[in-house]
């Protein structure tokens, strides 16, 4: 026999990334938990989460009336690594249940994602878990909004909340007030993960991607005399370094770039780099895409007629000492690579300074938003 595990408060919910109009819940329950209870789920905390084990647990959201149910914004643990396998379930009574929606695949992603459902009259709404991708039988959840029929769609606060940012720093064009001098700005973990600094480094309007910009008069770091607004990466609270002739080294990046400085017009949106130079890096010069190799700046042309705003996927692998590029799934360059220290870097750096780009102005940048970036070891 089940145990049934309640919270009989009343909650106002406005969970991490998620809208205000969502349905507020008088009781959850679950049938079991490990320990991590159900109440867990309306905490506001990603951090925290309900587990149980078995095909068939389910948790349980009392809306204390009859409402319109649309929609769920749930958060899974582990849900950058592993899918789970749920079902969504409604009812006036909660005795009698309706399934509006069945086996259901959650998305790779540690933030909430909605999943919609055709609009229920219901006071009971429960999810049913059926285990998860890695076979062991959990079903764990961090976070559940329940949305009413036109909630908007859940949005981040910070950057962290649509990107993976665990293993990376962000470097920013602003001068950091704990160093002497002017430095720029570094942010790195855990600070990282709740850390936003508009407008240089935001959750974009659309909330569907991370801001990117770097103006002209940024403060630069001590080796470049160009500004940026870029993240860097980092093997947990090390620098990261790899080498191109052993294992192999991939970063995909979901991005547009979508402003130029003025008079040189050229943005980087995506780096290779060695314990010394960039290796290779993706060049924006005004409509003209470019992979650049070392100082060669027109190493290969990807395309002449690119549109700011247009979004597109670069990539690139490295393996046995060859570099290759992609764009958009094709093949665009491979450069023969015998270099350690290696590291990737995404985001937006502008090419341009207040030497060779007027105004000298925080209106005058490079700007790129990032949809996704993924980066494996093997």
Request: aromatic share 8%; hydrophobic share 35%; glycine share 8%.
């Amino acid at each position: 026999m089940r145990k049934i595990l309640a919270l009989t408060a009343a909650f106002s919910l406005l969970a991490t990334g998620s809208a205000a109009a969502a349905l507020p819940v008088s009781e959850v329950t679950a049938s079991d938990d490990d320990g991590n209870v159900a109440a867990n789920v309306l905490d506001d905390d990603l951090g925290t989460r309900w587990s149980a084990e078995g095909d068939g647990a389910w948790i349980r959201f009392d809306l204390g009336a009859v409402r319109t149910v649309s929609a769920l914004d749930i958060a899974w643990h582990k849900g950058d690594t592993r899918t789970s396998l749920f079902d969504v379930q409604t009812s006036d009574d909660g005795t009698a249940w309706r399934t509006s929606a069945s086996g259901v695949t959650s998305r790779k992603t540690l933030r909430q994602e909605r999943y919609d459902i055709p609009d229920a009259s219901a006071r009971y709404v429960r999810i049913v878990g059926h285990g998860n991708s890695s076979g062991n039988g959990w079903n764990s959840i961090t976070e559940v909004d329940v949305q009413e029929s036109g909630a908007p769609q859940p949005c981040g606060d910070t950057p962290a909340e649509l990107l993976d940012l665990r293993n990376w720093k962000v470097t920013l064009p602003v001068d950091n007030p704990d160093k002497e001098g002017t430095q720029p700005l570094e942010i790195t973990q855990p600070r990282l993960a709740d850390y936003a600094l508009d407008p240089w480094f935001v959750v974009d309007e659309k909330c569907e991607g991370v801001r990117f910009r770097a103006p002209v008069n940024g403060v630069t770091t001590p080796n470049s005399k160009n500004p940026r607004s870029e993240l860097r990466e980092m093997n947990g609270s090390s620098l990261a370094s790899w080498s191109a002739k052993s294992g192999k080294h991939t970063m995909v990046i979901d991005q547009a770039i979508t402003a130029l400085p003025k008079q040189r017009p050229y943005v980087v949106a995506g780096q290779i780099h060695d314990s010394s130079d960039d290796v290779t890096v993706f060049r924006l010069e005004g409509e003209k895409l470019w992979l650049t190799k070392g100082d060669t700046t027109h190493h290969k042309l990807i395309t002449d007629n690119y549109v700011l705003g247009t979004r597109f996927e670069a990539k690139f692998e490295v393996s046995g000492g060859e570099v290759r590029a992609f764009y958009n799934g094709r093949p665009v360059g491979a450069i023969d690579a015998d270099f350690t220290g290696g590291y990737f870097k995404a985001g937006a750096y502008t090419q341009a300074n207040c030497g060779n780009s007027t105004p000298c102005s925080s209106k005058n940048f490079g700007q790129v938003t990032v949809y996704g970036v993924t980066v494996t070891h093997s």
